[in-house]
């Protein structure tokens, strides 16, 4: 026969536990200090520490998480440039450019071995298309962990997918002004 655990159950089990406890901690207290009933009543004290994990655990599912960070950028959001790169585009291989989607501007900025998704001031395949050098305006999808973590003169490397389409730096902030 199959056991079903239900809220109720939890319920029952844990005020089976306390009372087990709260007569455990009355026998230990009526029995003589050097008996076997005192040892019995110490062994069904210790009953509480379950149902306390049990209490714990019933508030823990109870409190409200957190929303998760965001993983796309809001639809119709306005472009809102948080930093400059200076970016020098790599040799990639012949078709890539085409095979891009002509209006996505996202790409993955990497320093080290942290990525940090981005938003180009234009779309990823129109700067590649234009030679790609310069000084282009990015947006972070997480600015308040990226800006800590991106400095200038802090080398990067942007990625499409898991392409290195752009090796570069990070410009000092007032020219992300």
Not at 31 to 44: C, E, F, Y
Not at 75 to 87: D, E, I
Request: charged residues 15%.
């Amino acid at each position: 026969m199959a056991f079903t655990v239900s809220p109720r159950g939890r319920q029952l089990a844990m005020a089976v536990m306390l009372g087990l406890a709260v007569a455990g901690a009355v026998l230990r207290w009526r029995a003589p200090n050097p008996s076997v009933w005192r040892d019995v009543g110490t062994l069904l004290l210790v009953m509480w520490l379950p149902a306390v994990g049990n209490l714990i655990g019933f508030i823990v599912r109870h409190i409200p998480r957190a929303a998760p960070p965001p993983t796309e950028f809001a639809p119709g959001s306005p472009f809102k440039a948080q930093a400059h790169l200076q970016l020098q585009a790599a040799s990639l291989p012949a078709g890539f450019v085409d095979s891009l989607d002509a209006h996505d501007p996202r790409a993955v900025v990497l320093t080290g071995r942290h990525g940090f998704t981005v938003r180009m001031d234009r779309p990823v395949a129109q700067w590649l298309a234009a030679q790609g050098d310069g000084p282009v305006a990015v947006e972070y999808l997480l600015p308040g962990v990226a800006l800590k973590a991106v400095k200038p003169p802090m080398p990067i490397r942007l990625l499409v997918g898991r392409t290195v389409v752009a090796t570069g730096t990070v410009l000092p902030s007032q020219s992300a002004a």
